[in-house]
Nanobody
């Protein structure tokens, strides 16, 4: 059974940092591109960023570019999202997801496996 489990969320002041982790089980992480998405109350789930299977290529939404960084440790079957210079508008539930296709996707429909999410709240 495939499981993606996010952790590391919490409450942080604006300007602060958090590092989210996504631990995978039941699949071999190096076979998947990995993405991060987020969903704020009353809004649609949106793309945050993605990493190719090797980690050599990453892409980010404009809203987080330069502040967020995705890394991965395939041997540990874990992906990370380092979030710096956090803003109140970054508050959301953050999800990791696994994409088995040839190119890292930016759409929800590109991703096959999803975690349950972790809450990030940024206070002003």
């Amino acid at each position: 059974q495939v499981q993606l489990v996010e952790s590391g969320g919490g409450l942080v002041q604006a300007g602060g940092s958090l590092r989210l982790s996504c631990a995978a089980s039941g699949l071999t992480l190096r076979n998947y591109h990995m993405g991060w998405f987020r969903q704020a109350p009353g809004k649609e789930r949106e793309f945050v960023g993605a990493s190719s299977w090797s980690g050599s290529s990453t892409t980010y939404a404009d809203s987080v570019k330069g502040r967020f960084t995705i890394s991965r440790h395939n041997a540990k079957n874990t992906v990370y999202l380092q979030m710096n210079s956090l803003k109140p508008e970054d508050s959301a539930v953050y999800y990791c997801a696994a994409d088995p296709s040839a190119v890292p996707g930016t759409k929800l429909s590109d991703y096959y496996y999803w975690g349950q999410g972790t809450q990030v709240t940024v206070s002003s």
